[in-house]
């Protein structure tokens, strides 16, 4: 008897050594496998309706993420819509601040070193993010009479005058009191301008149907291409079909088929507006 309880006795503190030895290498291995943590997102709050995160996106207040407060990777990142991109004004707050973030547009190194104010002893902007959200709300430079802005695009991005250094070709300067906008995929340039209570401008579109020009307010990720059609000059939006050059821009060698408005389903318009 004693023999038979001497041996249960020892086969119960085998099988718990065994659970152990079990639970610690479950343990180890559960230890041992990363998991990236997210990123918890900035956004603005300023707009009624919509928000931009520090990603880049634009989207609707009820459509953020509510545990990272980040928008929905959908749509453009670093979208321009409603912009001018020549003069890097909006007419919306939120689309001033995605159109800022894109790293071709802002450089970090050169944001960074910016007074926040005019003082010598105001600090220095700690994000890009942090850089395109106060110029977009804040920029003396597009007011009159301190008390009315210049025109509806008025959310500015640009570096200030003092400090940005840059120089308008001839080309860019017969587009002045302009507004370049990029529209929407498959809408017409007619439709573009008159959203922002505008016409389009049928002769500024030959300067517009230029390479170097297109390729200043569009990405073009899949080049410059000489194309026929009336929806010119445009880019192909990504989920276009392979023969039709996605990320591609496009401009026309015929010159009479330049056309307000024209479109196409699978392209976004370059518009002269005034």
């Excluded at 610690?24 to 998991?35: C, D, H, L, M, P």
């Amino acid at each position: 008897m004693s023999k038979s309880k001497s041996w249960l006795s020892l086969s119960w503190v085998f099988v718990i050594q065994l659970l152990f030895q079990s639970s610690s290498t479950i343990a180890a291995t559960r230890k041992e496998i990363g998991f990236p943590d997210r990123r918890i997102c900035r956004t603005t709050v300023q707009g009624r309706y919509l928000l931009s995160d520090d990603n880049g996106y634009v989207c609707d207040a009820l459509s953020l993420d509510p545990q990272y407060r980040c928008c929905p990777e959908r749509g453009d990142k670093f979208s321009c819509r409603g912009c001018n991109v020549l003069s890097q004004c909006c007419n919306s707050y939120e689309f001033c601040v995605s159109c800022c973030l894109h790293p071709a547009r802002t450089q970090k190194e050169q944001v960074l070193k910016l007074k926040i104010a005019k003082p010598s002893t105001s600090g220095t902007y700690l994000s890009v993010f942090d850089f395109c959200a106060g110029r977009c709300r804040h920029n003396s430079e597009s007011v009159v009479h301190e008390n009315a802005y210049v025109n509806d695009f008025h959310h500015c991005f640009s570096l200030p005058s003092n400090s940005s250094g840059s120089t308008i070709s001839p080309v860019e300067a017969r587009l002045n009191g302009i507004n370049v906008v990029i529209g929407r995929q498959g809408e017409s340039c007619d439709s573009v301008c008159k959203s922002n209570g505008q016409s389009c401008v049928l002769n500024k579109l030959l300067i517009l149907n230029q390479c170097d020009i297109i390729q200043k307010y569009m990405s073009c990720k899949g080049a410059c291409l000489a194309s026929v059609g009336p929806d010119q000059p445009a880019e192909v939006v990504d989920d276009a079909p392979k023969n039709l050059n996605p990320g591609a821009c496009l401009y026309t060698r015929t010159q009479s088929m330049l056309s307000c408005d024209g479109s196409h389903r699978h392209t976004r318009r370059l518009c002269p507006c005034a």
